[in-house]
């Protein structure tokens, strides 16, 4: 039969199924066929599109001389809503599904919304070593500008379309922040649109309780319209050493010990059970082994959390030299793990040659589509939660993920704590090692209810002084929140700034009934 009459009689055949099953039961049952046919095919078209834009605007140098007077827009949509007595709280125009974020802000259907266009980079200053940025610019734009020049961030948050507004308001973090820190402490400098219309620039020396206050405050404070961001030298390999570790107290006790090591550029652990896990660390180099060389961000490779759990079932160590960029976006052809739920064949070899080039789908685009039965499916069924606990307590926090959740692989990302201002820091007076526990999946532990889990495990890491990133679905009430985090510069800087008629409380943007 000729091929287009065999593809026209397959989608004739899916079409009558679908309108015969509906198309919820699609969704819900198939989605990987929506995903494929159609979801796909948009991811290319996007970030094809977005590339061109991207290339086009620096080429063209545009970037710097509009910028001034995109601000200025900002500024004038502020003024407007003081004009009209500010009835309403603001918050960004941006759509909700568009954030990385698995779910939506209810908010944005009441909240008087400011177009926020920004999405350039503005500058890389080779001589101060520092990049110059608007807050919609993704991991994935910059490292794709930045590594040709030979230049990188000191910190890299896996998945592309991970933003430097949404890394700064919210929070982000790379297996190299045992040295460098959250992403908000590679941040040199930050400027915004308040409340009252103004432009302000904020450093650690300028402005500096403003500085201190924007990381984690999701946007309550002012419109983020530019940020510079320190730049490191770039190498091109990453040359990565694979450890299995069985026994809970060896996997504690070696990962610790890798991440109290300066030497290691790169420091990560995958629990794939509550005995196992294989521990990794990177060092930049220019040098490899032409025998040795994994592109691992290559369509066709298998995913890199498969890949690693290879080492572990051969109970076996092995070095591998990985070029820098793929090694930053590791994580992103499989979204960690997600995607392995979403489509359960992805890491087949044929599917990977066949159709790899296309994965992944867009995080937005998955969300725009959900559609309600899926929703109510993840919330109760499903957990996407980044805890950050002290190193001193990585054991006793993997074995309360164990039995709360058993949700594996846990992703396992230390990062050093300076004691500096603001919402987030140690309880002591010095800086501390803190690691990041990643749980993505569907719990396994038979008594999981959504609400009350999550309740008990946000006051465990409440107890161990602790702090929950705040993308996820945050069940505290706002005297447990504000017992979590310290409110006391943000508050202050609230009151400072008339801020409590202009945007709402973080609080009340990221709890779970402000989000669906």
Known sequence: MDPLLSLGAGLLLLTLWVRHKGLEYLLV?????????????????????????????????????????????????????????????????RPGWLTVSLRVGKYKKTHKNIVINLMDILEVDIERQVVCVEPLVTMGQLTAHLNPMGWTLPVVPELDDLTVGGLIMGTGIESSSHIYGLFQHTCLAYELVLADGSLVRCTPTENSELFYSVPWSCGTLGFLVAAEIKIIPAKKYVKLHYKPVRGLEKICEKFTEESKKKENNFVEGLVYSLEEAVIMTGVLTDEAEDSQINRI??????????????????????????????????HTRSIFWELQDIIPFGNNPVFRYLFGWMVPPKISLLKLTQGE??????????????????????????????????????????FMLPNNPGMVHPKGDEMELYVDIGAYGEPKTKQFEARASMRQMEKFVRNVHGFQMLYADCYMNREEFW????????????????????????????CKAARH
């Open 29 to 93: 049952h198939h989605r990987w066929v929506f995903v494929c046919l159609f979801l796909l095919p948009l991811s290319v078209l996007f970030d094809i599109y977005y590339q061109l834009r991207a290339w086009a605007v620096w080429r063209l140098h545009s970037a710097p001389r509009q910028h001034g007077q995109r601000v200025r827009h900002i500024q004038a949509q502020v003024q407007e809503w003081k004009n009209e007595g500010g009835k309403t709280y603001m918050c960004t125009g």
């Open 297 to 330: 961000g290559n369509y066709y490779k298998p995913w890199f959390f498969k890949h690693v759990e290879k080492y572990l079932k051969a109970n076996q160590t092995g070095i591998e030299y990985i070029p820098s960029r793929h090694y930053y976006h590791r």
């Open 373 to 414: 039965a899926i929703r109510k499916l993840y919330e109760q069924h499903h957990v996407v939660q980044d805890m950050l606990v002290p190193m001193k307590s990585l054991e006793k926090s993997i074995s309360t993920f164990h039995s709360d959740l058993n949700v594996y692989p846990l992703w396992l990302c230390p």
């Open 483 to 510: 017992d979590m985090f310290d409110g006391s510069l943000y508050h202050k800087m609230r009151e400072q700034m008339n801020c409590k008629n202009a945007f709402p409380e973080v609080y009340d943007k990221i």
